[in-house]
C-alpha cells in the first residue's frame, strides 16, 4: 500500500509541514491533488481553518463562527464536503494525493476518507496528516499498513519522490 502519514505532536505543525512539503513536490513538478490547512489566528483554539486545494491552490474557508464563548467543533462539514467534491476530478491528472489530516469526519466515513480509498485503488500514493486523537481509526482505516514518517520535510518530500520517481521511469 502507498500510504503514508505523518503525525506531529504540536498544534498546527502538521499543516505547516504539508503546505512546505506540497509547495516543494510541486515546485518538483510533481502532480499533485489534495488539499493543505493553513489557520488564520495560529495558536488560538478558535482560528480560522481554510484548506487550499492542490494544485491551483483555491482556498476554502472549512470553519464557521459559533459566537463567544461556543465549545462545540467550529468545523463547516459541508464546506468541507465541498472541497472534497473539488479534490474529487483532480485525481485524475495527479501523481500523488496530500490531504492534510484523518480527523473526526474522516473517522467517522467521512470527508476525504472515500477519496483516499479510491486514490489507493488507482494504485496512487497518498500522503496525510493524522492527529494524536484519531490515530487509532486511521489505523483500523489503514489496516495497519500505513508507513509512519518522521515530521520532517526531508522525510517527507523523499518518500513523495521515491514513488514520483518511479513512475518516471
Same mark, same amino acid.
Given at each position: 500500500?502507498?500510504?503514508?502519514?505523518?503525525?506531529?505532536?504540536?498544534?498546527?505543525?502538521?499543516?505547516?509541514?504539508?503546505?512546505?512539503?506540497?509547495?516543494?513536490?510541486?515546485?518538483?513538478?510533481v502532480?499533485?491533488?489534495?488539499?493543505? $490547512?493553513?489557520?488564520?489566528?495560529?495558536?488560538?483554539?478558535?482560528?480560522d481553518m481554510?484548506?487550499?486545494?492542490?494544485?491551483?491552490?483555491?482556498?476554502i474557508?472549512? *470553519? $464557521?463562527?459559533l459566537?463567544?464563548g *461556543?465549545t462545540?467543533?467550529?468545523?463547516?462539514a459541508?464546506?468541507?464536503?465541498?472541497?472534497?467534491?473539488?479534490?474529487?476530478?483532480?485525481l485524475?491528472?495527479?501523481e500523488?494525493?496530500?490531504?492534510?489530516?484523518?480527523?473526526?469526519?474522516?473517522?467517522?466515513?467521512?470527508?476525504?476518507?472515500?477519496?483516499?480509498?479510491?486514490?489507493?485503488? $488507482?494504485?496512487?500514493?497518498?500522503?496525510?496528516?493524522?492527529?494524536?486523537?484519531?490515530?487509532?481509526?486511521?489505523?483500523?482505516? *489503514?489496516?495497519?499498513l500505513? $508507513?509512519p514518517?518522521?515530521?520532517?520535510?526531508?522525510?517527507?518530500?523523499?518518500w513523495?519522490?521515491m514513488?514520483?520517481?518511479?513512475?518516471?521511469?
Open positions: 500500500m502507498r500510504l503514508a502519514y505523518v503525525l506531529h505532536p504540536d498544534r498546527g505543525a502538521t499543516d505547516a509541514l504539508l503546505g512546505v512539503v506540497a509547495a516543494q513536490l510541486q515546485a518538483a513538478g502532480a499533485l491533488a489534495g488539499a493543505v $490547512q493553513s489557520n488564520a489566528g495560529g495558536d488560538d483554539p478558535r482560528c481554510d484548506l487550499r486545494l492542490l494544485p491551483d491552490g483555491l482556498v474557508r472549512i *470553519s $464557521q463562527s459566537g463567544p *461556543s462545540g467543533c467550529r468545523l463547516d459541508g464546506a468541507l464536503e465541498t472541497a472534497v467534491g473539488l479534490v474529487e476530478p483532480r485524475a491528472a495527479a500523488l494525493l496530500i490531504v492534510n489530516k484523518f480527523g473526526k469526519h474522516e473517522a467517522e466515513g467521512r470527508g476525504f476518507r472515500a477519496l483516499v480509498a479510491e486514490a489507493l485503488a $488507482q494504485g496512487m500514493p497518498v500522503l496525510i496528516g493524522v492527529n494524536a486523537a484519531n490515530l487509532v481509526a486511521f489505523e483500523e482505516f *489503514s489496516g495497519g500505513a $508507513q514518517l518522521a515530521p520532517d520535510v526531508g522525510a517527507l518530500v523523499g513523495c519522490l514513488y514520483h520517481l518511479k513512475n518516471v521511469v
